[in-house]
């Protein structure tokens, strides 16, 4: 068997970013670290921290008065930010600085007096944290049949923005929609969807019809992870989603002869290296990577962890 290992897969800067700070909480700050929600959505990421004792909730009256909390990377809302307040807790902010900038175009164009149309999908915590900046000029616009359904008050008033971890050809569909509909309707100067997202998608894009059958890595919760087995599939290409070795199907490689790897920006690359391990080990697989994007990019630690030193190279548990 042939396998192609995509590059860029895997962390991206934001998820390295919040995995580093819980890191960092977990070796210099007394215990019990608190994260609210999935720090990023994968299981073996979330499963690893949890062994190592970190509890992490979905709401904050889990937390005692005082303790340590982190935000996860897909940022929160206002809401949740004075409640931590009320409670006293040591709030360690890590969300992905890309999300940030959206949650601030959304307090922008609010303040302004637009109507925001968020592009996403509804229950994602990202999206849960950006209508939380403005709840009452945000409408969510999942589809480009959501767009018909509209009913805006000024239309001279509109503006859109995006999850950042869309499908890019999902997003454009929406956006020409509603470009069609509201000519006028204002956008950000940048790109809201993750660069990441936007790279990894693109190796699939461009990968998949190389290959007989596409292995994604990351967890079923991963928006950004989903849509990269959908564009394979949509493209002919039979995907399988998985959190690692453990749910490969041997039926799947039935005349199989050449497989794309990739992995979702929040899935660790010491579970790739599990899944090539496992089809050399079952198909003698030789492993071709594949460069379409060289990424340098980087965010800084949270700046409640800045003033303590700690390298920026190795996360423990998580790289090999």
Same mark, same amino acid.
Not at 216 to 229: E, H, K
Not at 311 to 318: F, H, N, T, Y
């Given at each position: 068997?042939? =396998?192609?290992?995509? &590059?860029? %897969?895997?962390f991206?800067a934001?998820?390295?970013?919040?995995?580093?700070?819980?890191?960092?909480?977990?070796?210099?700050?007394?215990?019990?670290? +608190? =994260?609210?929600?999935?720090i990023?959505?994968?299981? +073996?990421?979330v499963?690893h921290?949890?062994?190592?004792?970190? !509890?992490? =909730?979905?709401?904050?009256?889990e937390?005692p008065?005082?303790?340590?909390?982190?935000?996860?990377?897909?940022?929160?809302?206002?809401?949740i930010?004075?409640?931590? %307040?009320?409670?006293?807790?040591?709030?360690? @902010?890590?969300?992905?600085?890309?999300?940030t900038?959206?949650?601030? /175009?959304a307090i922008?164009y609010?303040?302004?007096?637009?109507?925001?149309?968020?592009?996403?999908? /509804?229950?994602?915590? *990202?999206?849960?944290?950006?209508?939380? *900046?403005?709840?009452?000029?945000?409408?969510?616009?999942?589809?480009? /049949? @959501?767009v018909?359904?509209?009913?805006?008050s000024?239309?001279a008033?509109?503006? +859109?923005?995006?999850?950042? !971890?869309? &499908?890019?050809d999902?997003?454009?569909?929406?956006?020409?929609?509603?470009?069609?509909?509201?000519?006028?309707?204002?956008?950000?100067?940048?790109?809201d969807?993750?660069?990441?997202?936007?790279?990894?998608?693109?190796?699939?894009?461009?990968?998949?019809?190389?290959?007989?059958? !596409?292995?994604?890595?990351g &967890?079923?919760?991963s $928006?950004? $992870?989903?849509?990269?087995?959908?564009?394979?599939?949509?493209?002919?290409?039979?995907? +399988?989603?998985?959190d690692?070795?453990?749910?490969?199907?041997?039926?799947?490689?039935?005349?199989?002869?050449?497989?794309?790897?990739?992995?979702?920006?929040?899935?660790?690359?010491?579970?790739? *290296?599990s899944?090539? @391990?496992?089809?050399?080990?079952?198909?003698?697989?030789?492993?071709?990577?594949?460069?379409?994007? /060289?990424?340098? =990019? &980087?965010?800084?630690?949270? %700046? *409640?962890?800045?003033s303590?030193?700690?390298?920026?190279?190795?996360?423990?548990?998580?790289?090999r």
């Amino acid at each position: 068997m042939k =396998v192609i290992l995509a &590059s860029p %897969r895997g962390f991206c800067a934001g998820v390295n970013m919040a995995i580093e700070a819980l890191e960092l909480a977990l070796q210099t700050l007394p215990p019990p670290i +608190y =994260v609210y929600h999935e720090i990023v959505h994968n299981k +073996y990421v979330v499963e690893h921290f949890k062994a190592r004792g970190v !509890t992490f =909730v979905d709401h904050l009256t889990e937390v005692p008065h005082g303790a340590t909390l982190l935000f996860s990377a897909h940022g929160v809302s206002p809401e949740i930010r004075q409640v931590a %307040r009320d409670r006293d807790l040591k709030a360690i @902010d890590a969300t992905c600085p890309l999300v940030t900038k959206v949650h601030l /175009e959304a307090i922008r164009y609010a303040r302004d007096g637009y109507t925001i149309l968020l592009i996403g999908h /509804e229950g994602h915590d *990202e999206v849960i944290g950006t209508m939380g *900046e403005a709840p009452e000029a945000i409408l969510l616009v999942e589809s480009p /049949e @959501d767009v018909a359904r509209l009913e805006v008050s000024d239309e001279a008033k509109l503006a +859109y923005l995006t999850q950042t !971890t869309l &499908s890019v050809d999902d997003a454009n569909r929406i956006i020409t929609k509603l470009r069609e509909r509201f000519p006028q309707i204002n956008s950000p100067p940048k790109d809201d969807i993750c660069y990441a997202t936007q790279n990894r998608q693109e190796a699939v894009a461009k990968l998949a019809p190389e290959a007989e059958l !596409t292995l994604v890595l990351g &967890s079923q919760n991963s $928006s950004n $992870s989903q849509r990269l087995a959908e564009l394979s599939a949509e493209r002919g290409i039979p995907a +399988y989603l998985i959190d690692g070795a453990e749910n490969i199907h041997l039926d799947w490689f039935e005349g199989i002869n050449t497989v794309l790897v990739t992995a979702g920006a929040s899935a660790p690359e010491i579970v790739v *290296e599990s899944v090539l @391990d496992f089809l050399r080990e079952k198909f003698e697989a030789t492993v071709e990577v594949r460069s379409l994007r /060289e990424e340098a =990019v &980087s965010f800084p630690l949270p %700046r *409640e962890l800045r003033s303590i030193a700690a390298p920026r190279d190795v996360v423990s548990g998580l790289t090999r």
